[in-house]
């Protein structure tokens, strides 16, 4: 068994900026700290995107810095309020496809990773937030597929190809997503785990399962009427465990919350001071 870690939505501000009056980064240390401390045997650890809030060179800066210890390999990825090429002054190594998009396609025994860029820009237009994937990102994500000869296959995704109910996002979902679903499915062993809602999420989308996870920052609220994608609330930051089966893939959402005592009986209490 293979366990990757999975991050989504840091959104790294400039030092002394916070979203809703929580400081992303801090939160970000913190589920990060959590996540090495349990999973010290964790085999790479996976960024979902929206790495930065605003596409800042100095929010890049930060997150590099809290990832400095890190000890299994990064595999980065962009969402809506990243920029590409600010991003890679942070992170010139960061694995690009031929066509210079933040993405990759890696193995681990039987199965496959492949993560997707679905930034759609530059041009960034102003209040856009959609996803999108141009001929040269499908036609990279066809031939990656074709690679795997059926095998067991993770898709990381930005922007989930499907609509929620959250009406507010999935205004600003991958715009073409159907494109992506029916290459998914004729696959027919792959699985999707997505970020950008700010909430934990799961279904079956066109025959293909997906797990979406909360952000490491802000969340969102379960509206179904809003259309707004702005809305967030403060409620605890998470990550997600991935294990890589000989059956399958399992995806485990953990919350960070204060450290519990696990008793036999099922039920817990706060450990004591250190």
């Known amino acids: 068994m293979t366990k990757l870690l999975a991050f989504t939505d840091p959104h790294f501000t400039k030092p002394g900026a916070t979203i809703i009056g929580l400081d992303t980064a801090a939160r ?12 010290p045997d964790a085999s790479a650890l996976i960024l979902l995107g929206d790495l930065a809030h605003h596409g ?38 960061a694995p690009q496809s031929p066509s210079g998009h933040i993405q990759t396609a890696i193995q681990h025994g039987p199965h496959h990773i492949i993560t997707l860029d679905t930034l759609d820009g530059p041009p960034y237009s102003p209040g856009h937030h959609a996803g999108w994937l141009c001929d040269d990102r499908l036609d990279w ?14 898709i990381c995704c930005h922007h989930p190809p499907f609509d ?12 073409n997503g159907a494109d992506v679903l029916s290459r998914l499915k004729a ?28 952000s490491t920052g802000h969340q969102a609220p379960l509206d179904f009427v809003t259309l707004d ?23 485990h959402h953990q919350d960070v919350l204060p450290r519990q005592q696990v008793r036999r009986d099922g039920h817990s209490e706060s450990a004591p001071p250190a």
């Not at 990060?32 to 401390?37: D, G, S, T, V, W």
């Not at 800042?56 to 000890?71: G, I, N």
């Not at 929620?164 to 715009?175: C, N, P, S």
């Open 229 to 251: 994608s702005a809305l967030s609330i403060d409620e605890p930051p998470g990550y997600g465990v991935i294990l890589l089966q000989p059956d399958g893939i399992t995806i």
């Open 28 to 39: 970000f240390k913190t589920s990060l700290n959590a996540a090495l401390h349990d999973h």
């Open 187 to 214: 696959h027919g062993n792959a699985m999707l785990v997505c970020g950008h809602i700010h909430r934990t999420i799961s279904g079956v989308a066109q025959g293909v399962p997906y797990t979406m996870l909360k």
């Open 164 to 175: 929620t109910g959250i009406v507010g996002m999935d205004a600003i979902k991958l715009r």
């Open 141 to 154: 994500l066809e031939a990656r597929l074709a690679e795997t000869m059926g095998a067991p296959t993770l």
């Open 56 to 93: 800042e060179v100095d929010a890049y800066a930060r997150l590099k810095d809290a990832l400095a210890d890190v000890p299994c390999p990064l595999i980065p990825m962009l969402g809506n309020h990243d920029r590409r090429e600010t991003f890679l002054q942070a992170f010139p190594d």
